[in-house]
């Protein structure tokens, strides 16, 4: 049974229902999968998680979580997924220690009970147990906010960009997470804006204004890519940048950072290019293949 | 799963829920020490500050007469609380000169030969000069005034037998003192709960929707409306507690009487702050932020506690329309009630009909709060 079905989901808001949030989606998780939403802000992520977490209907369309339906076995699933939404949610008045001992008695069950399963997590913040919610770090609190909504030890587990605004190292020490959960067997559905964070997931799901680009293994996603993609520095970029335009082996070009990224046509080589730069007098020139990224494939879909 | 039964889920899980409101309250001193400093600080502002009853008045006299009666008088109105005398005048003219000055309230006149009329003719005449800049003013000393002479001449001419006197003889009942008091404790009881379970309430569900944590909340098996419920728990308990503070403050404070049943009284304060706690959830259903459960919390309850239900207006001299705003605010049954039990001191036989009205509203708003509540964001 798939962890995770969405079916031609459409939401609208407004009263005549003039924004769409979600234009028809569809795509499915396996079980145990950590499987990621990809896609800027206003992509329609959390429009999404919430649907699939009982708070919001779709305007058309089903969704099922472990088999169970949203609007229908809504209660069920409140029982047994967990859900961490993209804004800090606990409250910043109790400790860390009251906040995980208050969830935990939510959800009908203690600390001690699934230890086993948040104690690689609970341990990072343990020595600050006894400090309010609201006086941690940004890191620590992703890592409250993970606990308490693993304390229950939830088949499905939603987590709405929970490394947004999070430095690089916690970020990294979030997903090692992650890992960790996938391997005690909990399906996870995880959303973020940060494209390099699509290689470490199972499966990702490429989102853009409402509409799904793409569903596939990040290395699909890159194999995907049919394009010869260069990438070209120079000592001034935006000038470069406007030439790489006019090119007419170029499909599309844009900066990437210390390099602009080119995506060039079949056919086209990347010394046409290194001549044609030369030619309009650019300085310091680097021309060099490069590896295609999710960042690249989405800018190729967001293209077409 | 720890628990076993339904119902020890249910419990395990409220009273957590209840726990952690505790907290916030506890934690939020400021707030806190506002909730339970506004009663006391309301019942001395307005025994002490705003009060209507005028004590310690200057008088002035001018006595024409000077004789045993006139002293005796000038002496009782002296000792009495309401006046002090302030000045011996030996004309009319200063009489116009102190009102100008401010100096004092009331002028009172004896023509000459008070006792001799008072002794051989049975009447004797006094004039009572009031400046009525402040017309309430004037109109409480002058009363105060004629009740003192009449005490006594009551006294003087008591042994005989006067041929056709009429004497009116004025009672107040439940308050001869008038006091303020009476009038407004059952007030301020009623604004202090609407305040505390209205408006916190509504506030603290708000914060918890604007805070995201409502969106844990729907997400977890507590079923939504115990979540509601749950917040309303502890501010019930903060408004016993101020409904003990202003009773303790006003029956030893302000030696205001307490001449019904306590425990009708206590028990018909318990179902208004129930009626209050289910408005509370009512709006907090509705509100989107906590500003607007403010200004509802406000504008639809506060003001027309204050201004209709009796408290600080007479609801008989109000137009039609507005009596029957006042009707549907609780708060005006309440402050009947409380009026009823606690100074005219009468049972539940006499107020059935204003507790079964509240009732019926906590059943109401509760319902209808129930039914409002969103088990989901939108």
């Known amino acids: 049974m798939p962890a995770v079905v969405v079916n031609n989901i459409v939401k609208t808001y407004g009263k005549k229902k003039e924004t769409t949030a979600l234009h028809g989606i569809s795509f499915e998780t396996a079980p145990g999968e950590l499987f990621g939403l990809i896609g800027p802000d206003g992509a329609g992520k959390t429009s999404l998680f919430r649907i699939l977490t009982t708070l919001l209907l779709a305007d058309s369309g089903t969704a099922s979580v472990n088999g169970l339906e949203v609007v229908k076995d809504y209660k069920a699933i409140r029982r047994k997924v967990g859900y961490m939404p993209g804004r800090f949610s606990l409250y910043p008045d109790l400790s860390v220690e009251e906040n995980l001992n208050f969830f935990a008695t939510i959800f009908n069950t203690s600390i001690e009970e699934n230890y086993d399963l948040i104690r690689d997590i609970y341990v990072q913040i343990e020595p600050f147990k006894k400090r309010r919610a609201g006086k941690l770090s940004g890191g620590m609190k992703q890592k409250l906010a993970l606990s308490c909504a693993l304390i229950h030890r939830p088949d499905v587990l939603f987590l709405d960009e929970p490394t947004t605004g999070v430095d690089a190292v916690s970020r990294k020490e979030f997903w090692e997470m992650l890992k960790g959960l996938k391997a005690q067997g909990i399906s996870i559905l995880v959303s973020t804006p940060y494209m390099d964070e699509a290689a470490l997931c199972d499966r990702v799901a490429l989102l853009q204004n409402g509409k799904i680009l793409s569903v596939n293994t990040p290395a699909g996603i890159v194999d995907d890519f049919a394009w010869p993609l260069l990438a070209v520095k120079a000592t001034s970029m935006l000038p470069l940048l406007h030439h790489i335009e006019k090119f007419e082996g170029a499909v599309n070009a844009y900066p990437f950072g210390e390099f602009h990224h080119v995506v060039m046509k079949p056919g086209s080589t990347a010394v046409q290019l290194q001549q044609f730069l030369e030619h309009k007098g650019h300085a310091g020139l680097i021309v060099k293949e490069a590896k295609p990224g999710i960042e690249d494939c989405f800018i190729a879909y967001m293209k077409n | 799963m720890r628990a076993n039964s339904p119902f020890s889920i249910l419990n395990s899980q409220f009273f957590a829920f209840i726990k952690k409101e505790f907290f916030h309250i506890w934690r939020d001193k400021s707030t806190l020490f506002i909730l339970l400093g506004m009663p006391v600080a309301q019942i001395i502002i307005f025994g002490f500050a705003l009060t209507n009853e005028v004590k310690n008045a200057k008088f002035a006299v001018l006595d024409q ?196 049943s306590l425990v009708l009284l206590v028990g018909e304060s318990i179902l208004f702050t129930l009626v209050s706690l289910s408005l509370g959830l009512l709006i907090s259903a509705g509100a989107a932020s906590q500003q607007a459960a403010m200004f509802i919390s406000l504008i639809a309850l506060f003001l027309p506690t204050i201004m209709l239900s009796g408290f600080m207006f007479p609801v008989e001299n109000m137009p039609i329309p507005m009596q029957v705003v006042s009707k549907i605010a609780p708060a005006s049954w309440y402050y009947s009630i409380v009026k009823s039990v606690m100074i005219k001191g009468i049972g539940l036989h006499a107020i059935w009909k204003e507790t079964l009205v509240l009732a019926g509203m906590m059943v109401f708003f509760l319902t209808l709060a129930i039914k409002k509540f969103k088990i989901r964001l939108a």
């Open chain 2, 65 to 260: 007469s000077k004789d045993v009666a006139t002293q005796q008088l000038i002496t009782e109105m002296d000792a009495s609380r309401y006046f002090d005398l302030s000045k011996n005048l030996t004309s009319y003219k200063q009489i116009e000169e102190e009102f100008k000055k401010g100096t004092v309230k009331l002028a009172v006149v004896f023509p000459p030969n008070f006792n001799e009329d008072l002794q051989h003719f049975n009447k004797a005449q006094v004039q009572l000069v009031a400046d009525a800049s402040d017309p309430n003013v004037a109109n409480t000393l002058t009363n105060y005034a004629s009740n003192i002479i009449g005490d006594y001449q009551k006294r003087v001419t008591g042994n005989r037998e006067l041929p056709y006197t009429i004497t009116t003889e004025m009672r107040m009942l439940y308050n001869p003192q008038l006091k303020g008091a009476f009038n407004f404790v059952p007030g301020v009881m009623a604004m202090v709960l609407l305040l505390v379970c209205t408006m916190m309430t509504a506030i603290t569900i708000v914060k918890e929707k604007e805070m995201g944590t409502m969106e844990i909340m729907l997400v977890s098996p507590m079923r939504p409306q115990l979540v509601v419920f749950a917040k309303a728990v502890p501010y019930l308990l903060l408004s016993i507690i101020n409904i003990s503070t202003i009773l303790l403050l006003s029956y030893f404070v302000l030696e205001m009487p307490i001449n019904g």
